[in-house]
């Protein structure tokens, strides 16, 4: 019987062992409220499409200055002013419901899988203590 107690350990000890390994952020990610953990990375998404979208942005007014200053009037610089601040807000609603979705999910996921993990650490230590009993 100590044989296959010990075989379930080893098992169970090395299976505990790769998930360490592998999913690090696991742990980081579950220490967070799922609330908190969401929007602090929707924000950060949001920052960083802001400064994509401002890239862009300054990238098409350099690469097309010549032709739009050619006949360029004040109602059309109001026209496409507007049309940006629109599309960027209309990126920024898109990504950031997706990115807090996206984020809730990844907590979810992290938060079972640490919690496996602290059950089987449990199973571990009640094979060890029967072990000890038995010897």
Known sequence: MSDMLDKDRIRLM????????????DFKIADYYRKDYASLKTW?????VTIGYAILFVSF???S???????LTIFKLF???I??????????????????????????????????????LSRLEKMCKKEKNEQ
């Open 14 to 25: 090395t299976k505990m062992s790769i998930y360490e390994k592998n999913h690090k952020d």
């Open 44 to 48: 950060i998404t949001l920052i960083w």
């Open 61 to 63: 007014c350099i690469y």
């Open 65 to 71: 200055s010549d032709s739009l200053s050619a006949d």
């Open 79 to 81: 026209v496409l002013l």
């Open 83 to 120: 049309a940006a601040i629109a599309g960027y807000i209309v990126l920024l609603v898109i990504y950031g419901v997706c990115a807090n979705s996206f984020y809730k999910r990844k907590h979810a996921v992290a938060k079972q899988n640490v919690k496996r993990y602290y059950r089987n």
